[in-house]
């Protein structure tokens, strides 16, 4: 940065030393008067005399200085050969000071030169220049410092660094403002310095984001546990500005920003539970969790009601199936049981409960088949009360009654069945043996026990038609007394002219035969309860 007291030219027109020293060219002034006089001549040999030497001092005392610059700072080579060339004295060239710059105007019209007195140069001028380039140097040293930590420091303000770095942000931001002053103050050797030491506080801050990041999560994890999500969220938001990916802080701070909701859903709930209000408890708790399903306080209310509720369930349902039980409702009770056995399983009380409950099923069910099979059998419906029967001892073999009616059952289908043919189809007892069988079939039949009205009806009818087939009809059979009667089943009679048979009701067949004659055969039918038959029986046919 040049000095404000630096007269001010143009780039171009500045001649440079080799040594990078700028070579002031004294101004013009404008002419005074035209007319020499001795006294001026004198007056302008001194000044040219005054400023040789003051020019010769200021290239000694340059040269000293740039000397004593280089060996601090090293001289670019490649700008260096940039520079005008040298003559061969090494003092580079320039104008003769003893020449008198000319008016270029006045060059034209005039042929004789016009010499211009020139102003005396300050006598610190050349101190001035070199002290220009060592600022110019310092500046850019300076100006680079100051940009590593600009570009240090908007790291570290896009992680949030000023609400993490402590006393090491600070120190930082304290240098950086020291090193604006200097700056400001032109002091740039110093401001490099200050920026240089930011710049190492903002690197160490920076290389230090992963420690801070694992102190800032831990800490929102704590905030979390002690239910503050003022500072939870204020944690892992920080944290998230150090490492905007990591998806444990960015679920940290949901669970965070929900923890307020979640804390007044967990006090419902334990004031639900509180009252004894176990399914509100058990709704809030369960919403809780779903807004964290890492909360344990949350996870354990929803076990501890479920539990709850189905203690109470149980033991509500456990209470209405035993009132069902002793009023008599055993299916209700065994179905009420069976869902208080869904809630508890392994319960030795249910399953008593169920026990005795399905022993009195069974024994109802005994009962009603009881009493089942004795209306079957007032009713005469004895296939009804087997049946009956039969369900009852596949239940339990030993039951007595059961095992009694079955066999009444069974003689009184077998006797009925019996009775029943014989009274379909009477003329069988034409026949002795069946009529026998029928015989027999009445006195069984009347030894039977449980023998209602019906049963006994149709026993009295098969007496009746028993009296009229064991009952002998008289049958009266002519004849010419020629022909030889026979009967079969019955007897043979020879010849007559007139015979009474008593025969028991039936089909017989009387045959009649005569020598010399065809044989005649007649079948006559003698019906129960018939007074008498006449037939005539005579062989009038010869052969």
């Known amino acids: 940065m040049m000095s404000s007291e630096t007269p001010s030219q143009s780039p171009q027109s500045k001649p440079t030393s080799d040594f990078g020293v700028e070579i002031i060219t004294p101004l013009e002034v404008r002419k005074g008067s035209e007319q020499p006089d001795l006294h001026r001549s004198f007056r302008r040999t001194s000044i040219t005399i005054i400023w040789f030497l003051i020019i010769l001092i200021s290239l000694v005392t340059g040269g000293l200085f740039l000397?004593?610059?280089?060996?601090?700072?090293?001289?670019?080579?490649a700008k260096d050969t940039e520079q005008p060339e040298p003559s061969k004295t090494g003092i580079p060239k320039q104008q003769d000071l003893n020449v008198p710059k000319t008016d270029t105007k006045e060059a034209d019209t005039e042929k004789e030169p016009v010499f211009v007195p020139l102003e005396q140069p300050p006598p610190n001028q050349s101190l001035q220049t070199v002290d220009t380039a060592r600022l110019e140097l310092e500046k850019e040293a300076a100006d680079k410092a100051l940009a590593r930590l600009l570009k240090l420091k908007k790291e570290i303000e896009e992680k949030e660094g000023r609400l993490w770095g402590g006393d090491e942000y600070k120190a930082m931001i304290a240098l950086s403002q020291e090193g604006d002053r200097l700056l400001i103050d032109s002091s740039f050797a110093d401001a490099t310095e200050k920026y240089a030491q930011a710049a190492n506080k903002a690197k160490a801050l920076i290389d230090?984001?992963?420690?801070?990041?694992?102190?800032?999560m831990e800490k929102g994890q704590k905030a979390?546990?002690?239910?503050?999500?003022?500072?939870?969220?204020?944690?892992?938001?920080?944290a998230l500005k150090i490492q905007p990916s990591d998806e444990s802080a960015q679920r940290s701070l949901n669970k965070a920003e929900k923890l307020d909701e979640v804390n007044r859903l967990i006090t419902s709930g334990n004031n639900h539970e509180e009252n004894h209000r176990f399914a509100f408890a058990h709704t809030d708790f369960q919403r809780a969790l779903k807004l964290d399903p890492e909360s344990r306080i949350a996870q354990n209310g929803v076990n501890r009601m479920k539990e709850k509720i189905v203690s109470e369930q149980f033991r509500k349902l456990m209470s209405d199936g035993l009132t069902a039980y002793h009023n008599g409702h055993y299916q209700r009770a065994r179905t009420t049981l069976l869902k208080a056995k869904s809630f508890r399983p392994d319960s030795r009380e249910v399953k008593n409960a169920l026990l005795q409950v399905d022993e009195a099923i069974r024994l109802d069910k005994i009962e009603k088949l009881r009493q089942k099979a004795t209306s079957a059998q007032q009713a005469e419906n004895?296939?009804?009360?087997?049946?009956?029967?039969?369900?009852?001892?596949?239940?339990?073999?030993?039951?007595?009654?059961?095992v009694q009616g079955k066999r009444h059952a069974l003689e009184h289908i077998r006797l009925a069945k019996r009775i029943g043919f014989f009274l379909e189809n009477p003329s069988v007892m034409e026949s002795d043996q069946q009529l026998e069988n029928a015989i027999r079939l009445i006195k069984d039949a009347e030894k039977l026990e449980q023998s209602g009205p019906h049963f006994i009806a149709r026993l009295n009818q098969l007496k009746s038609l028993v009296d009229l087939a064991e009952t002998p009809i008289k049958v009266v059979i002519e004849s010419d007394n020629l022909t030889k009667i026979a009967v079969y089943k019955v007897g043979k009679f020879g010849t007559f002219t007139f015979r009474e048979l008593w025969l028991r009701p039936g089909t017989y067949t009387v045959v009649g035969s005569r020598d010399g004659y065809q044989d005649v055969r007649l079948k006559i039918t003698v019906k129960p309860g018939q007074t008498s038959l006449r037939v005539s029986v005579i062989c009038n046919i010869k052969v």
């Open 208 to 216: 230090n984001t992963g420690t801070v990041f694992q102190k800032l």
């Open 224 to 238: 979390l546990e002690n239910g503050d999500s003022v500072i939870a969220r204020q944690k892992f938001s920080v």
């Open 382 to 402: 004895w296939e009804q009360a087997l049946e009956s029967y039969l369900a009852v001892l596949n239940m339990d073999s030993d039951i007595s009654f059961a």
């Open 67 to 77: 000397i004593r610059h280089i060996s601090k700072h090293p001289v670019n080579l």
